[in-house]
């Protein structure tokens, strides 16, 4: 059995999914802080960890970093609420294997909690092992040569945007170029590193992704490169690094500019020579492996302010593929969207037909920070709730279905501060103060008002998606009269 731990500063949160996760056959224990969680996972070892990205101690930055440092390979759930998705986003670059929104839905957290464990077996039984001194390596399946939806799942669209990026892809992949790929997180940069590999000539070879965001420093080279056996404290055995794993194939390394300049030094090296050696060992190995790199920062900038070896990144820029975010690809929205829900459909074992009006005008509004991986999760979830043939719009989260407003009032609150510098004109009339205060009030008591409604008033969920307290919540409503 599967274990897992839990880690909320709410118990009764802790006791709910203990309950559940017990009733599906893992093994649960739950914290209520980030040291206590810290130490059961030291001691309990567990094969997956759930955590609230807000801890009374620690910040789930910290909590996740901590984890990493010491189990880089067990996945880790982010429990947040939806007004925090940005803040979730950029957790999931240092290694969170994915987020799950509050209110909790068991049916939700039971698909990604396999699915996470899932994935991490695959990836523990796709690894390098080293027997009698001889590396096996598992190879990649060739890739189907499909013009607009590609094997990892990463769908191009059929848009101007996409059929450029599209063909960019086809005309670098058969070369063994290095490449960077931009964008930012969520957009979908290792899909398209993977749909290279699949269209090369690489193809049945081996390819291997490292998020050099979530390694630690002290674990990067070992990670990259390899080790013999007490080579340190802690080398218990030869372990093959990425490069040997993916010798004879690609190489992706996702959010580059992470790496610490000692590691960027000793990969300059490898690309330079093509050949390296594992931390500890004398022997030279040769490489045969194309690189792909992938950030969502500009490299050049990173290495102007000292951040990246400009060397390494002119060894890298052979050719460079922008990857647009979801807001300025709106023409394939409804085909990101159908191709998510189908596969949510299968995962579901649902069958929702498609979209209402309503809700697809909403996706076209909305700015979607979380690219594509925001848009899968929100469908997922909507169709774990849905209970009719389309997804309608009660079951989208309340700032997707409220950004126009929420849109409208950020605008109403900046524009006249930039006017009032612009034009310095004096404020003699005092009618254009109240104006923007009940401007905010409406909007505001209107927000309340509807996550109080989405959730039968029940004030406790409702304070969590507003991402305040329940003091707070009842304060609003006592000022606002509800």
């Not at 420093?217 to 056996?229: I, N, T, V, W």
């Not at 999760?377 to 309340?398: H, Q």
């Not at 605008?411 to 104006?435: C, Y």
Request: aromatic residues 8%; negative net charge; hydrophobic residues 40%.
């Amino acid at each position: 059995m599967k274990k897992i731990v839990v880690v909320d500063d709410e118990a009764d949160i802790c006791f709910l999914l203990k309950r559940f996760l017990s009733k599906n056959e893992f093994i649960v224990e739950t914290a209520q802080t980030g040291k206590e969680g810290l130490a059961l996972i030291e001691s309990f070892e567990p094969d997956l960890v759930m955590t609230d990205f807000r801890l009374g101690d620690i910040t789930g930055t910290e909590l996740l970093n901590a984890i990493k440092a010491k189990r880089p390979h067990v996945p880790v759930l982010i429990i947040t609420g939806y007004s925090d998705i940005k803040v979730a986003v950029n957790v999931m670059k240092l290694g969170a294997y994915d987020y799950i929104t509050k209110p909790l839905f068991p049916d939700e957290i039971l698909v990604t909690v396999k699915k996470a464990l899932a994935d991490a077996e695959s990836d523990k039984s796709g690894e390098t092992e080293f027997v009698s001194g001889v590396a096996e390596t598992t190879t990649a399946k060739p890739g189907r040569k499909v013009s607009h939806k590609m094997k990892a799942g990463y769908v191009m669209g059929q848009s101007e945007v996409a059929d450029n990026l599209f063909r960019q892809v086809d005309l670098v992949a058969p070369t063994n170029f290095s490449v960077i790929i931009y964008g930012e997180s969520g957009s979908g940069k290792e899909a398209i590193a993977h749909e290279i590999h699949n269209r090369s000539r690489r193809k049945d070879m081996p390819f291997v992704a490292m998020d050099c965001g979530a390694i630690s420093k002290e674990l990067a080279g070992s990670e990259l490169f390899g080790h013999e056996k007490g080579s340190f404290t802690g080398a218990l055995q030869t372990k093959i690094g990425h490069f040997e794993m993916a010798n004879g194939g690609t190489l992706f390394l996702d959010e580059v500019s992470n790496l610490s300049y000692e590691i960027q030094v000793a990969l300059l090296r490898v690309v330079q020579e093509r050949k390296m050696r594992r931390i500890g060992g004398s022997k030279e190995i040769e490489l045969d492996v194309r690189i792909i790199v992938a950030s969502n920062e500009r490299l050049l900038d990173s290495a102007r302010n000292g951040k990246f070896r400009e060397d390494l990144y002119y060894r890298f820029n052979e050719f460079t593929i922008e990857v647009p975010a979801l807001r300025n690809r709106k023409d394939d929205l409804l085909l990101f969207a159908n191709t998510f829900l189908e596969t949510t459909n299968g995962e579901l074992n649902k069958d929702v037909k498609g979209f209402s009006d309503e809700v697809m005008k909403d996706f076209v509004n909305y700015s979607w920070p979380g690219n594509l991986r925001e848009l899968k999760n929100v469908i997922k979830r909507a169709t774990l709730l849905s209970d009719g043939d389309l997804i309608e719009e009660k079951s989208l989260p309340f700032e997707i279905v409220n950004y126009s407003k929420l849109k409208d009032l950020d605008d109403e609150v900046s524009i006249p501060v930039a006017a009032t510098v612009a034009v310095q004109e004096p404020m003699d009339s005092e009618d254009s103060k109240p104006s923007l205060k009940t401007v905010a009030n409406e909007a505001e008591y209107d927000m309340i008002m509807q996550v109080l409604r989405d959730v039968n008033f029940n004030k406790s969920k409702a304070a969590r998606l507003l991402n305040i307290d329940r003091k707070t919540l009842y304060n609003k409503m006592k000022q606002f009269d509800i």
